[in-house]
């Protein structure tokens, strides 16, 4: 480490519209240093880190970048000056190709005009993706990507700004373990050249295997900074949120009752083929496997939303046809998709009109919707889901990720579905949201209600799944107990190659 930091900052204050955000917060960050920024959602850390990037002006503080004070609210000058940032909410151009986003912004040119060498863009781009080990051509539109894909090329465009400090939100969220491996490796060479890297996360696991030191928010004060080895997971986790949580995961209900859902031999040609389960009451039936497996696709078929080629659903004993999303709500099963901001809510809507809006017909009368009703039944809602909101009018897009996620699956449920597809239910939510979303899990189970939950974090497929279902490259290679599962058998079979 260097005695003098990269990164020096002191006494931030931010208030919005007379509500403080961050209040007298520092943070020193050394050269080559992992320094995890940790605290709950609402902590401050987006804001403090809108502050370092340029994005947002603090009320009063200091800010030394390299030994210089940084005082500016324009990003092009921060980027200029090294600070780059992979941010959470993805920020790409669609239509332009990967080779583009990338490079926007200081693209190589040519001749007497000026002209964009894209020949040039286009071989820059294939040796950072190649670095990555991502198999990504960069002539490619970024609206044809995936996630995953679109979360690699951000970090790629981090990579080629040469930065001296780059800050990570979340930059696993969307990738498999292989990729996350390599990042990680990627993250130590730059420790090796001096890079610091200021890494924000709620997974415990990733902040000990890669964290120097670690810093806490709360409510948007200063807690502490200490070295990583100083903390133990739970200390951590009591820190961020300010008090003691018991369990992460509740006790596995293990009393299940009769199947709810089987599949026999489900498949779509390039997606899945032969899958083959059944889930029951009270069930949590787990779906591992890594990125490309074909978890989400199955789901998503499961769920109408995409169409099965071949094989037979079954609901309580019943072959049964699901074509769509009306069909399978019809059927009694509700779907919270991995992506609660594109599919899970409508932003432009109250925290009320997004519980309803799937289960209006039951609020009407003579075509006319009651909104007594539909109030009472909102407010139910959010008193059973421990929903925090300052009313029911009050937009979702203003709630924290774990108050949304909750939304969205109190939304499933006014329904009375008999099973719950969960798709990446806790991800970019903060540890105390995880929790809370754990115990209605177990409440569900106990309430007698079969869950399908996929999860790219094994602790949690681990915690709180009876049984879980490993799929790799689109086929199905084995269904685990409680007893066989373990990190080592579920990644086994997730990384298996499967003859045609």
Not at 77 to 105: C, W, Y
Not at 117 to 135: I, P, R, T
Not at 248 to 269: N, R
């Amino acid at each position: 480490m260097h005695e003098t930091p990269i990164l020096s900052v002191t006494n931030l204050s931010k208030s919005f519209s007379g509500v403080r955000a961050l209040n007298n917060v520092h943070l020193t960050v050394q050269k080559g240093e992992v320094h995890a920024l940790m605290g709950e959602n609402g902590a401050g850390k987006s804001t403090f880190m809108k502050i370092l990037i340029g994005l947002l002006t603090p009320d009063s503080g200091e800010i030394v970048f390299d030994g210089e004070p940084l005082k500016t609210n324009n990003v092009g000058d921060v980027l200029k000056r090294g600070i780059s940032m992979i941010h959470q909410e993805l920020l790409t151009v669609p239509e332009l190709t990967v080779a583009q986003n990338i490079f926007l912004g200081k693209e190589t040119k040519r001749g007497l005009f000026g002209w964009i060498d894209e020949k040039k863009l286009n071989q820059q781009a294939a040796e950072l993706l190649d670095h990555l080990g991502v198999q990504i051509r960069p002539e490619t539109p970024m609206k044809y990507l995936s996630v995953a894909e679109m979360q690699l090329v951000d970090i790629a465009k981090a990579l080629s700004n040469e930065a001296k400090v780059i800050i990570m939100d979340e930059p696993t969220s969307a990738l498999s373990d292989k990729e996350v491996a390599t990042l990680f490796g990627i993250i130590r060479e730059l420790q090796q050249k001096g890079v610091a890297i200021i890494y924000i996360s709620h997974k415990l696991d990733e902040i000990f295997t890669l964290a120097d030191t670690i810093t806490v928010l709360r409510d948007g004060q200063f807690i502490a900074t200490k070295p990583a080895t100083e903390f133990t997971p739970n200390s951590l986790i009591s820190m961020m949120v300010g008090r003691e949580l018991e369990s992460l995961f509740p006790e596995i209900h293990t009393q299940t009752g009769k199947e709810v859902l089987a599949v026999t031999g489900l498949s779509q040609a390039g997606k899945f083929s032969n899958i083959n389960f059944a889930v029951h009451e009270g069930e949590v039936l787990g779906i591992a496997g890594l990125m490309g497996a074909g978890r989400t696709e199955v789901v998503r078929a499961l769920f109408g939303l995409d169409p099965y080629e071949q094989g037979e659903i079954r609901i309580n004993g019943q072959p049964t046809e699901i074509r769509s999303p009306q069909d399978a709500i019809r059927h009694g099963i509700g779907f919270v998709g991995e992506d609660r901001k594109a599919s899970g809510f409508i932003p432009g809507l109250s925290v009320k009109h997004n519980i309803t809006l799937a289960s209006l017909p039951s609020f009407a009368k003579s075509g006319f919707v009651s909104e007594k009703n539909e109030s009472e039944a909102a407010t139910k809602t959010v008193r059973n889901l421990n929903i925090k909101i300052s009313g029911l009018d009050q937009k979702v897009t203003h709630l924290s990720g774990g108050n949304q996620q909750k939304v969205v699956i109190g939304k499933v449920l006014l329904s009375t579905p008999a099973l719950v597809i969960l798709d990446e239910p806790t991800r970019g939510i903060d540890v105390g949201a995880k929790a809370e979303i754990y115990k209605l899990i177990n409440q569900l189970t106990m309430d007698g209600i079969a869950i399908i939950l996929i999860s790219s974090e094994l602790p949690e497929l681990l915690g709180l799944s009876n049984r879980i279902v490993v799929l790799a490259k689109g086929k199905q290679t084995a269904v685990l107990s409680t007893d066989e599962a373990t990190p080592e058998t579920i990644m086994h079979h997730a990384m298996q190659v499967i003859g045609n």
